[in-house]
Antibody, heavy 118, light 110 residues
């Protein structure tokens, strides 16, 4: 079965960076893009970016360009999201999700809570 | 790239029908038939309930239906049930390998 397993919760200080992993299994890793989405406490879903695991090509929401980097390791079926220059506004649950063409996210990871606090 | 606009809340009694709108622009909803809808219960990850504007994934109740007209997509829940109480989000392709979510709608079953 399709599974996306994310790394554990993180606590960071303002100005720091965070790197979250998302290990995919149960399907052909290179055949589906992966989205990254976040949800601040009590707030809505916010799209961050997308990566093509086959080529490494990426797309980012304008708000995050220059501050987020998505990468992948095809040998382990893992994608990574690196977010820099953290502020308290980045406190949120971060999700990775498998992206089915013409559909969008169809399977989601369990979420990773990132807390930014001094 | 701004979030798609949804009403903050919609409510209805059991058995009734409700409709949630999702208003974008000619750069996203209006240009691509690639609108999906997600249901999210508290503390859970979102679940896909509609894709390509009108299609339901296998296993999703036929009480959920979608439509699109111009820059606005809509989700209708018919025969409202207590289990439908959740947050709902639309999602659309926005061009140049980017996507955008709606602002979200809290559905309350009275």
């Amino acid at each position: 079965q399709v599974q996306l397993v994310q790394s554990g919760a993180e606590v960071k200080k303002p100005g720091a960076s965070v790197k979250i992993s998302c290990e995919a299994s149960g399907y052909s890793f290179s055949s589906f893009y992966l989205d990254w989405v976040r949800q601040a406490p009590g707030q809505g879903l916010e799209w961050i970016g997308i990566i093509n695991p086959s080529s490494g090509n990426t797309g980012y929401a304008p708000k995050f360009r220059g501050r987020v980097t998505l990468t992948r390791d095809t040998s382990t079926g893992t994608v990574y999201m690196d977010l820099s220059s953290l502020t308290s506004d980045d406190t949120a649950v971060y999700y990775c999700a498998r992206h089915q063409s013409e559909v969008g996210p169809d399977y989601w990871g369990q979420g990773t809570l990132v807390t930014v606090s001094s | 790239q701004s979030a798609l606009t949804q009403p903050a809340s919609v409510s209805g009694s059991p058995g009734q029908s409700i409709t949630i709108s999702c208003t974008g622009t000619s750069s996203d909803v209006g240009s691509y038939n690639l609108v999906s809808w997600y249901q999210q219960h508290p503390g859970k990850a979102p679940e896909l309930i509609i894709y390509e504007g009108t299609k339901r994934p296998s296993g999703v109740s036929n009480r959920f239906s979608g439509s699109r007209s111009g820059n606005t997509a809509s989700l209708t829940i018919s025969g409202l049930q207590a289990e439908d109480e959740a947050d709902y989000y639309c999602y659309s392709y926005a061009g140049s390998n980017t996507y955008v979510f709606g602002t979200g709608t809290k559905v309350t079953v009275l």
